[in-house]
Structure formats: C-alpha cells, structure tokens
C-alpha cells in the first residue's frame, strides 16, 4: 500500500470530529410558556438545539442535543419507576456536570419524582467532610436513592451508609432494564426538585420548588436579558447551585438555548479556558458567573499582553453577575484587563436571587451595565454619623429590577414598607416563591408571610431599582453600633498581596462579655517578626477605616472554609475558630 492510500484509508476510518449543536434552528422559540418541566423538554427536543460538554481545554466531547437527552430522560424514569419509585420519591444526585447527571435528573422528574441535587467533592475540605456534609444533606432530603459516578464511590457509599440510604452508581445504573411503564401525569402545582442552599451543612434547607414556579422564574429571567435568536451560553458553574442549576442547566432547555459546558474542576485549574471557550465559539453571547470568577481571570491575564490575539470577547453581549456581593472595583479590574479583546463594560448584567425565590429576584435591564451609589458607612449601619471622623463610603451596586412576575419591598423593623433610599430588609413575592422548606415548617413559617418571602438581604430601592448592602445575620454589632464583614474584610484587603477570600470577619464575644470583631486572615509568610508586624498592620488598617479594635488572627492559607459553590463561608469559619478546629499562627504579644 502506497503512503497516499494509507493516509486515505486512514481518514476513512477515523471517527469525525463531533459536531456542536446549532445556535438556531426552524423550532419556534417558547419563553418558558409550558405547564410542567417535562413539557418543556418535549417541545426543545423537537429542535436541534441542546448541550456540548467539553474537555479542561475547552475542545467539544460530547454534543448532547435536547432531543437525544429526552429520549434518555424517558429510559431512566422507566428504570427508576421499576425500581419502586414513585412520585413524590427523592432521588438523590450528585451533580457532575456531565450527560449522566441531566438525564437522570430529567429522567427523575418524568418519573414524578423529586431530584436532589448534591455537591461533588471539592479541593478544601477533606474527605471526611465531605462526608459528614453528605450525609446531613441525605438526612434532610430522605431519598430513595443516592446516584453518584463510579470515582467517588468510597465517599458516596460512605455517606449513604451513614443514613441508611441505597447508593449506586450511574454507570451500574444505566445496564438496569427499563421496562415499558406508564409515566405519572404531571401536575403544574406538584413539586419538580429540592434544592438545597451553598451553605447548607449543619442545618440544610430543601427549598421546595414546584414545576409552575420553576417555569415562571425561567420565563422571568429570559425576558429580563432578553434572550433571542442566536443567542448561545457557555457556563463553567455548577449544577449544584442554583445558577448553575437553574439559570445554565433548566433555563436553556425551557428557553432553547443552546449551551456550552466547562466543568467547575477544569475552570478551577485553568479559568482562562472559559474565555477562550467565548472567544473560539462566535455564537456565545450569554455567560454568567459570581465576582470572583471575574476577579481570577483579571489576575490571571494581568502579567500576559496582547490579549486582543488571544481572545474575542467582542460578541459577549451578557456577562451576567451574581451569586455573591457584586464589587464594582473587581469588575472594573476585568473591564481593563480585557478590554482590548472587545470587552465592553455595557456587557455586565448585575442581578439577585436566591433559592427560595427558585432563583432570579432582580435583573439589571441589558446594556446598563454596573452603576453604583456611594453611600456613607453611618448610612448603611444604621449608626448616627460620628462628625469627629471624616465621612467614608461604600460603593453599592444597582442590582436591577424585579422580574416578571416578582414584587419587591424593603421593610423596616415596624414590617412597614420602608420609600426609597432607606436601608431595611428586602421582601419579594411572587409566582416564583418556593413552596416551602422540605419537611420544616417552622423555618417556612418564618421565611414565609402572607405570601412574602424574607430574603433575610438588607438593601434598599430606588425607582424600583434594588441596591443590596449585605446580609442582616453577617451585621457586627458592637457598642451598639453595626459594622458590615464586607467592610471590614476590604480594609484588609487594600493591603499588598491580599485577595477576596483571604479575609472572613464575624462577632465573637469577649471574656468580659462584651461583643468584639474578630478577623481571620490567610498568611503566606513564614518570618515570626513579619508575622507579628503583618498582624498590627491589619489591626491598624481596620481602625482607620472602622474606627474600631479588632481581634486578628493569623491562619494558613486555604484554612478558611467555602461553600460548596466556592463563597467565603463566615458562618461555618466562626463556628471552626470557636471549637478551635482552625488553629491560628502562636505569635509573640
């Protein structure tokens, strides 16, 4: 054989390269106008559209089109009704952003079931932990079922045993027959999944979400940005997570939109693979992600140049921001880093949510990009202004306004609706509003009154624009006057060589008594000398911008802990400072 008839056979036999699915196809676009999530799917699987899951460099693997999803959807409720199951059952997922998670999920939810999404493993922590985090969240949601992938067996099974619940995984599960079983009819009111909050570890909260509330919340979100024709996503978040979930993984099916997938681990090791993804494919125009995967991503690019020949961010018409405090210097930082690639400040797109609303609250309207209002710190502590200091302020980011279907008050301590400017507890209510906490009434009773939902957020309105401040349970109260973490850890952070989530600052009560601020700070340096002047450098920074003593400690880098979606958790940090599981640095008086 000739090298020219090698090479020819050779092309002949080699699988081709696989094809994405399309940007648009002839399938008329539906906003989230279906009864149920099943209807949903039926109808985005008459189309082409669908998901693409993609390798750590952002090469395509595995396109997924709606319809091939629903045709596997189908197999696994009729495996899962032949197992027993049956409606209103939990089935329990890990939530490895992959085929196997979407078609088990949608799968679970033709079958009437109620799909729990649960987090994968991550690079903090440890195993136990991750364990002990399953195990309580199995506890809560009661499932049937915990499917899991086959490489984090000895974690999954670990955690299942715990509870008492059978375990499997989804390579084992998917040689089960699936018998030809009737599937349930669908009620628009009965509930479609449980999910539960980043920070659900000690006490989790299975927000209870029905099919009609899911769908009018998808409706919200894709009228507030817009979304039209050729409009394609790329998303690196996880499915865990409400916006990974919700907003990248159901809104795309109920909308049809056409979605491209980096795994949460893949963007972790290489962030910059995610803007690559945009600027390769010319069809990406939506794409969200909390500050801190700006913030990297400004970081990372920072010591490199020529960043208009690597990327075309030119076509990003929504660069979605949320999930976290929304911090307008970070977003200004990825404005310059990479405005040469085309990048344009109009892109970002502000918003709130939170699960108990299944998602979406507010959406800043398309191409207004980030605004601000400087608001002094007496203003959003609720402290009378000291004339001895002089005024400082805080940069508050507009958040937009309220979806479709969703009201919004702000409320002060009488429960009376606050005008605008004024600072109190944000109230949403709405079609969207979760059912309740799973098998916890008191919490739904106390999150939920009259039909309004206490997002437990401080903020306040202007011109039925929404400005979040902070979380009421994080306020420091300290010889009654109220100081925001948020505030406290910045100061810290304006110091050289610290980054967002280095810092967490909470309350902890002294040996008199009395109410004092502690600060934990990641330290990379090893010289006790510098330790100790490190330590009145961070205690000095806080005075001048707080006016008040702190206690700072010293800790290990990647000592404090995180969600699962990757937030600061200054809750769980204070609860392991007080039991002594994070030992600070011994450092001279």
């Not at 364990?131 to 899991?148: E, N």
């Not at 570890?201 to 024709?229: C, E, Q, S, W, Y």
Request: charged letters at 20%; a negative charge.
């Amino acid at each position: 054989m000739t090298a020219t008839a090698a090479i020819l056979e050779d092309a002949q036999t080699a699988p081709a390269a696989p094809v994405a699915t399309p940007n648009d196809d002839t399938l008329p676009r539906r906003y989230s106008d279906f009864a149920t999530f099943g209807d949903a799917l039926d109808y985005a699987a008459s189309g082409a559209k669908g998901f693409n899951f993609h390798d750590p460099r952002g090469g395509l693997t595995h396109p997924y089109p709606f319809a091939e999803l629903r045709v596997d959807a189908l197999v696994m409720a009729r495996r899962l009704i032949g197992r027993g199951i049956v409606p209103g059952s939990r089935i329990a997922l890990i939530a490895e952003t992959g085929p196997e998670f979407a078609a088990l999920f949608c799968g679970a939810i033709y079958a009437g079931a109620w799909p729990v999404p649960l987090p994968l493993p991550t690079s903090f922590g440890g195993k136990d932990n991750y364990i002990d985090q399953l195990a309580v969240q199995l506890g809560s949601s009661d499932p049937a079922i915990l499917f899991y992938p086959a490489e984090i067996a000895d974690m999954a099974t670990a955690a299942a045993a715990r509870h008492g619940c059978e375990a499997q995984s989804w390579q084992d599960f998917a040689q089960e027959p699936a018998p030809q079983v009737m599937l349930p009819d669908a009620d628009p009111d009965a509930i479609c999944y449980l999910q539960y909050s980043s920070g659900s570890t000690r006490f989790p909260h299975g927000v209870a979400v029905t099919h009609r509330a899911l769908l009018a919340n998808l409706a919200g979100h894709a009228h507030g940005m817009k979304i039209d024709t050729g409009d394609r996503c790329i998303s690196w978040l996880p499915w865990y997570h409400d916006m990974g979930l919700v907003g990248c993984f159901l809104s795309p099916i109920a909308n049809q939109v056409s979605v491209d997938y980096l795994k949460t681990e893949d963007f972790a090791r290489r962030p910059l693979a995610w803007l690559d993804m945009i600027s390769r494919n010319p069809g990406t125009t939506l794409s969200y992600s909390p500050t801190f995967g700006y913030d990297i991503c400004s970081r990372r690019i920072s010591s490199q140049s020529h960043v208009g020949d690597r990327f075309d961010l030119s076509r990003w018409r929504v660069a979605g921001n949320g999930a976290d405090m929304i911090r307008p210097d970070v977003m200004q930082a990825f404005v310059n880093a990479f405005a040469d690639a085309g990048f344009k400040a109009s892109a970002f797109l502000p918003s709130y949510g939170l699960a108990e609303a299944t998602l979406a609250v507010t959406i800043m309207p398309p191409g207004e990009g980030i605004r601000v209002e400087l608001v002094e710190e007496e203003r959003l502590s609720g402290s009378p202004r000291d004339l001895s200091r002089p005024a400082r302020y805080r940069a508050i980011v507009n958040c937009g306004v309220a979806v479709r279907g969703m009201e919004l008050e702000v409320r002060g301590e009488s429960g009376h609706a606050l005008s605008d400017h004024h600072i109190g507890k944000v109230w949403c209510r709405g079609s969207s509003v979760m059912h309740s906490y799973f098998r916890d009434p008191e919490s739904t009773a106390a999150a939920l009154v009259d039909g309004w939902l206490d997002t437990g957020d401080m903020g306040y309105l202007v011109d039925g624009y929404l400005f979040i401040v902070g979380r009421a349970k994080d306020m420091i109260i300290i010889n009654g006057k109220n100081h925001w973490p948020q505030d406290i850890e910045w100061a810290v952070e304006q110091l050289p060589g610290f980054h967002q989530g280095d810092i967490a600052a909470f309350a902890v009560e002294t040996e008199t008594g009395e109410e004092s601020a502690a600060v934990l700070v990641h330290c990379r340096v090893s010289d006790p000398e510098e330790r100790v002047r490190l330590r009145e450098q961070i205690r000095e920074k806080v005075r001048s911008i707080t006016g008040m003593n702190c206690v700072v400690e010293l800790v290990p880098p990647r000592t404090l802990p995180r969600t699962s979606s990757g937030k600061l958790s200054r809750a769980k940090a204070r609860t392991l400072y007080l039991s002594g599981a994070i030992e600070p640095y011994r450092l001279a008086a």
